[in-house]
């Protein structure tokens, strides 16, 4: 848990599963109506399902309740879900400019080794 959640605050949390076929891939808000010991429920902006609550979150993990692959991931800020969004695109290009037909084959022996360098794990020395 990051944060203390108090009733009233505020997160923004997006579909995941197969809920983003009918809701769309973007965040709404979210508000917190009721804490329990290990759960939160929080009212979704334009959702009606769950309880009159809102929908049950896991206090630690912050994922909605599991229904087979539905659910709803809550976030603290809209940066968070950004960052995520923003590391995921940069991991699928360069992904794709490494793959086997991709254009990492025109790099230098010198950019190879700037990278190589970049890329390695403090352990390894």
């Known amino acids: 848990m990051k944060d203390r959640i108090v009733k009233g605050q505020v997160f923004y949390v997006v579909p995941i599963g197969n809920l983003v076929r009918h809701y769309g891939p973007d965040a709404r808000k979210g508000v917190v109506t009721k804490i329990g010991r290990k ?3 929080i009212q979704i902006d334009g959702y009606y399902g769950g309880d009159e609550e809102g929908v049950q979150f ?3 993990t912050l994922r909605g309740d599991q229904r087979c692959n539905s659910s709803w991931k809550a976030f603290y800020s ?3 879900i950004e960052d995520i969004r923003e590391k995921n695109r940069l991991h699928n290009e360069l992904q794709k400019f490494f793959d086997w037909d991709g254009k990492s084959r025109e790099l230098t022996l010198e950019q190879l080794r700037a990278i190589d360098e970049i890329i390695k794990s403090p352990e390894e020395g």
């Open 39 to 41: 759960y939160i429920y």
């Open 58 to 60: 896991d206090k630690n």
């Open 78 to 80: 809209m940066q968070e």
